[in-house]
C-alpha cells in the first residue's frame, strides 16, 4: 500500500508496551489467519483466526477494525478525505474547479494496522464508518463524538489515508469487529 514501513525494519525491538503488543498481534492475525480455537470474549484483539470477531459463515475477513483510547477513554480519531458522488448534472461537467468542490474531509475513530516498525511506531489506515446499508456514518456532531451515530456503524471502507502514530501515547485499544476491506478500492 505504500504508506509505511515493515515491521522488521529497526535493529532494536523493544516490548515494554501493552497497547504496541495488541497493535503487533492484530498485525500478526492479519497477516496469519489460521484456524485455532477461539476465546470466549468476542472483541478480545488477540482472538483468532481472523473472523473470530464476526460470525464467520458471512464472509472472509482480512481486517481486524480497532479503536485507539487515550488516558481519559476517549477515542483516537484521524481525518480522511472523502470524494462525493456527483450528482449526474456534474458528471456531464468537465470544469475541474467543480469536481474539486466534491471533495470533503470527514473524520474516523476506527483504523487497520498496516505496518509496526521501531520501537512502537505503527502506520494504521483511517476507515470509513458505513450504515448496514453501505451510507457513510458521520461520527461527529458539532466537533463532538456522537455515540449515537457510533452504535450505526455496521461496516467499513478503506479510505488510503494514513496515520504513523506512536503506540505508546495510547492507554487503550479496543478491537470493534473483524471484516474484509478491499484494499484496492481507495
Do not use: W, Y
Amino acid at each position: 500500500m505504500g504508506c509505511g514501513r515493515n515491521e522488521e525494519v529497526g535493529t532494536a525491538r523493544k516490548h515494554d508496551n501493552c497497547i504496541c503488543e495488541v497493535v503487533r498481534a492484530i498485525k500478526r492475525v492479519q497477516d496469519i489467519r489460521e484456524d485455532v480455537d477461539c476465546d470466549d470474549c468476542r472483541t478480545d484483539c488477540f482472538l483468532t483466526p481472523l473472523g473470530g470477531l464476526t460470525n464467520p459463515t458471512r464472509h472472509r475477513a482480512n481486517t481486524r477494525v480497532f479503536m485507539l483510547l487515550d488516558e481519559k477513554g476517549n477515542p483516537f480519531k484521524a481525518m480522511f478525505n472523502q470524494r462525493r458522488r456527483m450528482r449526474d448534472a456534474d458528471l456531464s461537467s468537465n470544469n475541474e474547479q467543480n469536481r474539486q468542490k466534491d471533495c470533503f474531509t470527514c473524520f474516523s475513530i476506527f483504523f487497520r494496522v498496516q505496518n509496526i516498525f521501531d520501537n512502537c511506531c505503527a502506520t494504521i489506515q483511517v476507515l470509513e464508518p458505513r450504515d448496514s446499508r453501505g451510507r457513510r456514518v458521520d461520527l461527529f456532531k458539532n466537533g463532538k463524538l456522537d455515540l449515537d451515530a457510533v452504535c450505526e456503524v455496521e461496516n467499513f471502507r478503506a479510505t488510503g489515508t494514513c496515520v504513523t502514530v506512536d503506540l505508546k501515547c495510547f492507554c487503550g485499544v479496543q478491537c470493534v469487529r473483524d471484516v474484509f476491506i478491499d484494499c484496492d478500492d481507495d
